[in-house]
C-alpha cells in the first residue's frame, strides 16, 4: 500500500516538473525585459482603445465643422414631355414648357449657432473621455505592472525552495533504496515537494494572466512574455505623512475628468434646451422662379417665401425633454462627485493603514535570511532537527517572504488607487 502512494507521488511530481519546466522555458524565449517608465510609453503609443478615443475626438471636432455648414441650395428644373398643340416630345423651343425654380434654406433664432454650441460642448466631452479613460487604463498598467513584478519575484521563492528540496528527495530516495531511510520520511517530503510544485503552478496562472493584460494595454502585437524591471527604493521610503485628505478632495473634484463630464453634459443639455426653445421659431425658405411658357404670361418670373406655421406643433414635447434631461444631468453629476469623495476616501484610509502595516515589517528581512534556508536542509541531512521542524521552516519561509511581497504590492496598489481617485499623480 506504501509503496503504491510513493509510486502515485512520483508520477505526479513528473507530470508537475514536465508542466513547469515547460511554462518557465517558454518564459524565457523571447522575454520584453522593460522599465515601468518603457512600459507606459509603450502603452500611451500603442494601446488600441486609447488610439481608437482619439478618432472619436476627431470625429467629434468634424461634427463642429459640420454644424457651422449652411444648407446647400435646391434647384430644380420642369420640362414639358408633349405637346398637344404641336405634338413635339421634350419640346426645347419657344412654344414648349420649360420652368426653373432655386430654394435657399434661411435657419433662423440662432438654431444654427447653437447647434455649433453643442456640438463643440461634445468635442470638449469626447477629450474629457479620453483623459479619463487613460486615467483608469494607466492605473491598470500600473497595477498589473506591480502585481506581475511581485509574483515573479515569489516565483523566485518557490524555485528556490523547490531546488533545494529536490536535491534533498533525491538524496532521501537513494538511502531509502537502501533501506536507510522510511517510507514515511520519504514521502513527507515528497508530499512537502508536490505542495510546493502545486502553489508554484497556482503562482504562474496568475502571471500569465498578469502578463496577458500588460501585453493587451503595452499593445505588445507580439505577445512575448514580460519581465518589469522596477526599483522600489523610492516607494519604501516615500513620505505619506504630506497627504492632506481636504486636498486630495479638492484636487480630485477639480481634476477628475468624469466630474467634468458630467458638468460638461449639464452645459450640453441646457445647449439642448435652448435649441429646442429656437425650434419653436419656423425657417424661412426663399426662392427664385422662372417658367417659360406655363403661367398667365410668357416667361414668367418670380421670388417665393415659405415657412411653416407654427400653429399645431410647437415643439412643446422636445421641449419639456430637454428640461428634464438638464435635471437628469445635474443628479448624475451630484452622483458622480459622491463617488469621488468616497473614492478619496476610501484610497486614503487603505493607503495610510497599508503604510503603517507596510513599515512595521519592511526591517524584518536581511541578506542573512536567505541564507538560512542553506543551513536548514544541511541541518535535516545532519539530523540536527525533526523532519516536522524541517517542514514548518520551510512553509514559514515561503510563506514570510510571499506574504512580504504581497505587502509591497498592496502597499503599490494603495498608491495607486488613491492617484486613480484623485485624477492625478500624487505619489510617483
Not at 522596477?230 to 481636504?246: P, Q
Not at 434631461?325 to 458622480?336: P, R, T, V
Request: glycine share 4%; charged share 25%; aromatic share 12%.
Amino acid at each position: 500500500m506504501m509503496r503504491g502512494k510513493i509510486l502515485l507521488l512520483f508520477l505526479v511530481f513528473n507530470c508537475a516538473n514536465g508542466y513547469l519546466s515547460k511554462a518557465q522555458k517558454n518564459f524565457s524565449a523571447d522575454t520584453l525585459v522593460i522599465s515601468l517608465q518603457d512600459a507606459e510609453k509603450s502603452f500611451l503609443d500603442k494601446n488600441f482603445e486609447l488610439l481608437a478615443a482619439k478618432y472619436q475626438i476627431s470625429e467629434a471636432d468634424a461634427a463642429v465643422i459640420q454644424a457651422r455648414l449652411w444648407a446647400n441650395p435646391t434647384f430644380s428644373i420642369e420640362q414639358g414631355a408633349y405637346n398637344p398643340d404641336t405634338k413635339k416630345w421634350f419640346d426645347f423651343s419657344s412654344t414648349g414648357e420649360t420652368a426653373f425654380s432655386l430654394q435657399q434654406l434661411f435657419v433662423l433664432a440662432g438654431k444654427r449657432s447653437k447647434r455649433i454650441s453643442g456640438e463643440k460642448i461634445n468635442s470638449q466631452i469626447a477629450k474629457y473621455q479620453f483623459y479619463d479613460l487613460m486615467r483608469v487604463l494607466r492605473h491598470e498598467l500600473r497595477v498589473s505592472f506591480y502585481g506581475l513584478y511581485f509574483l515573479q519575484r515569489s516565483l523566485s521563492v518557490y524555485d528556490r525552495e523547490l531546488d533545494a528540496l529536490k536535491t534533498l528527495v533525491e538524496a532521501y530516495t537513494a538511502e531509502y533504496q537502501k533501506g536507510n531511510v522510511s517510507f514515511n520520511e520519504l514521502a513527507r517530503l515528497q508530499s512537502l515537494q508536490f505542495n510546493l510544485q502545486n502553489e508554484k503552478i497556482e503562482v504562474l496562472k496568475n502571471v500569465t494572466e498578469n502578463q496577458s493584460n500588460l501585453g493587451i494595454l503595452m499593445g505588445d502585437t507580439a505577445a512575448r512574455q514580460i519581465r518589469p524591471v522596477l526599483d522600489i527604493s523610492g516607494f519604501d521610503h516615500a513620505d505619506l505623512s504630506s497627504l492632506n485628505y481636504i486636498q486630495l478632495l479638492d484636487s480630485a473634484l477639480t481634476y477628475r475628468y468624469d466630474i467634468k463630464i458630467s458638468a460638461a453634459q449639464v452645459q450640453a443639455e441646457e445647449t439642448n434646451l435652448s435649441l429646442q426653445k429656437a425650434m419653436r421659431v419656423p425657417d424661412l425658405t426663399l426662392g427664385a422662379n422662372y417658367d417659360k411658357a406655363g403661367n398667365y404670361i410668357q416667361n414668367y418670373n418670380s421670388v417665393s417665401l415659405s415657412f411653416d406655421l407654427p400653429v399645431l406643433n410647437q415643439n412643446q414635447g422636445n421641449i419639456k425633454i430637454a428640461h428634464d434631461k438638464i435635471e437628469e444631468s445635474k443628479a448624475l453629476k451630484n452622483q458622480s462627485e459622491l463617488e469621488v469623495r468616497n473614492e478619496i476616501k476610501k484610497a486614503y484610509l487603505q493607503l495610510i493603514e497599508t503604510d503603517k502595516l507596510y513599515k512595521s515589517s519592511i526591517y524584518k528581512f536581511s541578506s542573512d535570511y536567505d541564507k538560512l534556508l542553506d543551513g536548514i536542509n544541511l541541518a535535516y541531512q545532519n539530523h540536527t532537527i525533526s523532519l516536522l521542524e524541517f517542514i514548518d521552516y520551510y512553509e514559514t519561509y515561503k510563506n514570510s517572504k510571499t506574504g512580504f511581497y504581497n505587502l509591497q504590492n498592496n502597499r503599490l496598489d494603495a498608491m495607486e488607487d488613491l492617484n486613480m481617485a484623485s485624477g492625478y499623480i500624487v505619489i510617483k
